[in-house]
Protein backbone atom coordinates (compact mmCIF):
# COMPACT_ATOMS: atom_id res chain seq x y z
CA UNK A 1 0.00 0.00 0.00
CA UNK A 2 3.04 2.24 0.55
CA UNK A 3 3.93 1.88 -2.88
CA UNK A 4 0.39 2.37 -4.46
CA UNK A 5 0.32 5.72 -2.17
CA UNK A 6 3.65 6.65 -4.14
CA UNK A 7 2.64 5.74 -7.59
CA UNK A 8 -0.91 7.85 -6.59
CA UNK A 9 1.40 10.79 -5.64
CA UNK A 10 2.88 11.00 -8.66
CA UNK A 11 0.10 10.85 -11.02
CA UNK A 12 -1.33 13.48 -8.71
CA UNK A 13 1.59 15.58 -9.45
CA UNK A 14 1.99 14.93 -13.35
CA UNK A 15 -1.97 15.99 -13.23
CA UNK A 16 -1.87 18.55 -11.56
CA UNK A 17 1.14 20.66 -12.28
CA UNK A 18 2.19 19.20 -15.80
CA UNK A 19 -1.33 17.69 -17.20
CA UNK A 20 -0.25 14.32 -17.24
CA UNK A 21 2.95 15.12 -19.89
CA UNK A 22 5.54 14.29 -17.69
CA UNK A 23 6.88 10.91 -18.83
CA UNK A 24 9.44 10.54 -15.95
CA UNK A 25 6.16 11.06 -13.90
CA UNK A 26 4.13 9.05 -15.20
CA UNK A 27 7.31 5.98 -15.55
CA UNK A 28 7.20 6.58 -11.94
CA UNK A 29 3.65 5.73 -11.49
CA UNK A 30 3.31 2.85 -13.31
CA UNK A 31 7.07 1.30 -11.54
CA UNK A 32 5.19 1.83 -8.16
CA UNK A 33 1.69 0.24 -9.14
CA UNK A 34 3.97 -2.46 -10.92
CA UNK A 35 5.23 -2.88 -7.45
CA UNK A 36 1.91 -2.97 -5.43
CA UNK A 37 0.57 -5.58 -7.63
CA UNK A 38 4.12 -7.43 -6.77
CA UNK A 39 3.75 -6.76 -2.88
CA UNK A 40 0.10 -8.05 -2.97
CA UNK A 41 0.80 -11.18 -5.33
CA UNK A 42 3.42 -11.65 -2.60
CA UNK A 43 1.45 -11.46 0.19
CA UNK A 44 -1.24 -13.45 -0.74
CA UNK A 45 1.39 -16.41 -1.39
CA UNK A 46 2.91 -15.71 2.59
CA UNK A 47 -0.69 -16.11 3.72
CA UNK A 48 -1.36 -19.01 1.83
CA UNK A 49 1.71 -20.76 3.06
CA UNK A 50 1.79 -19.95 6.53
CA UNK A 51 -2.20 -19.81 6.97
CA UNK A 52 -3.18 -23.02 4.60
CA UNK A 53 -0.57 -25.17 3.26
CA UNK A 54 2.22 -24.64 5.94
CA UNK A 55 5.49 -25.47 3.34
CA UNK A 56 7.63 -23.25 5.02
CA UNK A 57 7.08 -23.82 8.52
CA UNK A 58 9.54 -26.45 9.49
CA UNK A 59 7.79 -27.42 12.67
CA UNK A 60 4.11 -28.49 10.61
CA UNK A 61 3.52 -30.78 7.88
CA UNK A 62 2.61 -29.63 4.67
CA UNK A 63 -1.05 -29.55 3.54
CA UNK A 64 -0.58 -31.80 0.67
CA UNK A 65 1.23 -34.05 2.78
CA UNK A 66 -1.37 -36.58 2.05
CA UNK A 67 -1.30 -35.81 -1.75
CA UNK A 68 2.41 -36.22 -2.29
CA UNK A 69 2.25 -39.69 0.18
CA UNK A 70 5.36 -38.31 1.32
CA UNK A 71 6.84 -34.94 2.48
CA UNK A 72 10.01 -33.98 2.06
CA UNK A 73 10.59 -32.18 5.07
CA UNK A 74 10.21 -35.51 6.31
CA UNK A 75 12.24 -37.33 4.42
CA UNK A 76 13.95 -36.84 0.78
CA UNK A 77 11.53 -36.78 -2.21
CA UNK A 78 9.73 -35.18 -4.60
CA UNK A 79 7.58 -32.33 -3.76
CA UNK A 80 4.33 -31.56 -5.03
CA UNK A 81 4.09 -28.22 -5.14
CA UNK A 82 7.56 -27.08 -6.28
CA UNK A 83 6.47 -29.45 -9.30
CA UNK A 84 3.23 -27.58 -9.73
CA UNK A 85 4.74 -24.31 -9.39
CA UNK A 86 7.59 -25.37 -11.99
CA UNK A 87 4.43 -26.17 -14.56
CA UNK A 88 2.83 -23.30 -13.50
CA UNK A 89 5.60 -20.60 -14.31
CA UNK A 90 6.33 -21.70 -17.87
CA UNK A 91 2.15 -21.22 -18.27
CA UNK A 92 1.89 -17.51 -16.78
CA UNK A 93 5.33 -17.07 -19.37
CA UNK A 94 2.89 -17.91 -22.03
CA UNK A 95 0.33 -15.85 -21.06
CA UNK A 96 2.90 -12.78 -20.38
CA UNK A 97 3.91 -13.65 -24.21
CA UNK A 98 0.72 -12.30 -25.25
CA UNK A 99 1.06 -8.22 -24.88
CA UNK A 100 4.84 -8.07 -27.24
CA UNK A 101 2.44 -9.04 -30.32
CA UNK A 102 0.17 -5.69 -29.58
CA UNK A 103 1.01 -2.61 -31.56
CA UNK A 104 0.85 0.79 -29.54
CA UNK A 105 -1.72 3.18 -30.62
CA UNK A 106 -1.07 6.90 -31.07
CA UNK A 107 -4.21 8.05 -29.62
CA UNK A 108 -4.73 12.37 -28.75
CA UNK A 109 -7.66 13.83 -28.77
CA UNK A 110 -9.32 17.29 -27.15
CA UNK A 111 -12.42 16.83 -25.16
CA UNK A 112 -14.36 18.42 -22.52
CA UNK A 113 -14.80 16.81 -18.83
CA UNK A 114 -17.10 18.75 -17.04
CA UNK A 115 -16.65 21.87 -19.15
CA UNK A 116 -12.75 22.21 -18.92
CA UNK A 117 -11.43 21.23 -22.27
CA UNK A 118 -8.35 18.56 -22.03
CA UNK A 119 -6.03 17.04 -24.29
CA UNK A 120 -6.34 13.32 -23.62
CA UNK A 121 -3.30 11.23 -24.70
CA UNK A 122 -1.56 7.84 -23.88
CA UNK A 123 1.99 8.36 -25.09
CA UNK A 124 3.61 6.60 -27.15
CA UNK A 125 6.66 6.01 -25.43
CA UNK A 126 4.34 4.68 -21.84
CA UNK A 127 2.71 2.38 -24.08
CA UNK A 128 6.31 0.95 -24.96
CA UNK A 129 6.84 0.48 -21.32
CA UNK A 130 3.56 -0.96 -20.64
CA UNK A 131 3.82 -3.69 -23.96
CA UNK A 132 7.12 -4.33 -24.26
CA UNK A 133 9.27 -3.64 -21.41
CA UNK A 134 6.86 -5.15 -18.40
CA UNK A 135 6.49 -8.18 -20.45
CA UNK A 136 10.17 -8.61 -20.72
CA UNK A 137 10.81 -7.76 -17.28
CA UNK A 138 8.25 -10.59 -16.47
CA UNK A 139 9.66 -13.56 -18.94
CA UNK A 140 13.30 -12.73 -16.74
CA UNK A 141 12.04 -12.97 -14.07
CA UNK A 142 9.99 -15.70 -13.94
CA UNK A 143 13.03 -17.59 -15.46
CA UNK A 144 14.90 -16.85 -12.57
CA UNK A 145 11.45 -18.06 -10.36
CA UNK A 146 12.01 -21.29 -12.09
CA UNK A 147 15.86 -21.78 -11.79
CA UNK A 148 15.54 -21.19 -8.19
CA UNK A 149 12.91 -23.32 -7.84
CA UNK A 150 14.99 -25.86 -10.17
CA UNK A 151 18.16 -25.54 -8.06
CA UNK A 152 17.52 -24.21 -4.54
CA UNK A 153 13.94 -25.04 -4.68
CA UNK A 154 14.43 -27.36 -1.17
CA UNK A 155 15.96 -24.76 0.84
CA UNK A 156 13.99 -22.28 2.91
CA UNK A 157 16.41 -19.68 1.15
CA UNK A 158 15.68 -20.86 -2.25
CA UNK A 159 11.69 -21.11 -1.83
CA UNK A 160 11.79 -17.42 -0.46
CA UNK A 161 14.06 -16.47 -3.42
CA UNK A 162 11.02 -18.08 -5.83
CA UNK A 163 8.47 -16.67 -4.56
CA UNK A 164 10.01 -13.08 -4.46
CA UNK A 165 10.85 -13.42 -8.37
CA UNK A 166 7.59 -15.33 -8.62
CA UNK A 167 5.59 -12.45 -7.39
CA UNK A 168 7.32 -9.34 -9.55
CA UNK A 169 6.76 -11.25 -12.23
CA UNK A 170 2.92 -11.28 -11.86
CA UNK A 171 2.83 -7.52 -11.08
CA UNK A 172 4.75 -6.85 -14.04
CA UNK A 173 1.86 -9.26 -15.93
CA UNK A 174 -0.85 -7.90 -14.44
CA UNK A 175 -0.22 -4.20 -14.74
CA UNK A 176 0.55 -4.88 -18.65
CA UNK A 177 -2.71 -6.85 -18.61
CA UNK A 178 -4.58 -3.99 -17.39
CA UNK A 179 -3.19 -0.92 -19.19
CA UNK A 180 -3.29 -3.10 -22.49
CA UNK A 181 -6.84 -4.28 -21.63
CA UNK A 182 -8.23 -0.57 -21.24
CA UNK A 183 -6.48 0.80 -23.83
CA UNK A 184 -8.28 -1.67 -26.47
CA UNK A 185 -11.68 -1.50 -25.11
CA UNK A 186 -11.65 2.89 -24.52
CA UNK A 187 -8.98 3.73 -27.59
CA UNK A 188 -11.54 5.47 -28.82
CA UNK A 189 -12.79 7.52 -26.10
CA UNK A 190 -9.80 6.79 -23.39
CA UNK A 191 -11.56 8.91 -21.23
CA UNK A 192 -13.09 5.48 -19.70
CA UNK A 193 -9.78 4.35 -19.91
CA UNK A 194 -8.43 6.68 -17.06
CA UNK A 195 -11.95 6.61 -15.30
CA UNK A 196 -11.78 2.43 -15.25
CA UNK A 197 -8.48 2.40 -14.43
CA UNK A 198 -8.74 4.82 -11.30
CA UNK A 199 -12.18 2.85 -10.59
CA UNK A 200 -10.10 -0.08 -10.75
CA UNK A 201 -7.33 1.16 -7.97
CA UNK A 202 -10.12 1.99 -5.97
CA UNK A 203 -11.73 -1.71 -5.82
CA UNK A 204 -8.18 -2.55 -5.21
CA UNK A 205 -7.66 -0.45 -1.94
CA UNK A 206 -11.46 -1.45 -0.56
CA UNK A 207 -10.61 -5.00 -1.40
CA UNK A 208 -7.34 -5.31 0.82
CA UNK A 209 -9.12 -2.91 3.59
CA UNK A 210 -11.81 -5.18 3.61
CA UNK A 211 -9.60 -7.99 3.85
CA UNK A 212 -7.69 -6.94 6.28
CA UNK A 213 -11.10 -6.10 8.72
CA UNK A 214 -12.17 -9.60 8.11
CA UNK A 215 -9.10 -11.35 9.40
CA UNK A 216 -7.21 -8.83 11.32
CA UNK A 217 -9.83 -7.38 13.21
CA UNK A 218 -7.86 -5.78 16.23
CA UNK A 219 -6.26 -3.71 13.58
CA UNK A 220 -9.55 -1.83 13.08
CA UNK A 221 -9.42 -1.23 16.87
CA UNK A 222 -5.88 -0.23 16.77
CA UNK A 223 -6.95 2.34 14.58
CA UNK A 224 -9.62 3.58 16.57
CA UNK A 225 -7.89 3.81 20.14
CA UNK A 226 -5.28 6.11 18.36
CA UNK A 227 -7.36 8.69 16.55
CA UNK A 228 -9.33 8.48 20.05
CA UNK A 229 -5.81 9.65 21.50
CA UNK A 230 -4.89 11.65 18.74
CA UNK A 231 -8.13 13.86 19.02
CA UNK A 232 -8.19 13.80 23.22
Known amino acids: MIFFLGGEVF ?15 EYLHSF ?15 ALDHGLLHFSNPQKRCALSGVCKS ?6 GPCLLHRLFRWMIPIIGLVGLMPLAAQPLAISYNTSIFGIVRNLTHPL ?5 EIRFCPAAALILLTGAWLALSWRGGTPGGTLLAKVLLAAAIGHVGFTFMRLAFLTFYRERIVWFFFWEELTELILITGVLYMLWLFQPQLGQQVRARLRALMS
Not at 11 to 25: A, D, K, M, T
Not at 32 to 46: D, I, N, T
Not at 125 to 129: A, D, H
Open 11 to 25: CWINILFFFEESLLL
Open 32 to 46: FMVACLGFLAFSVME
Open 71 to 76: CVKAKP
Open 125 to 129: PVQWY
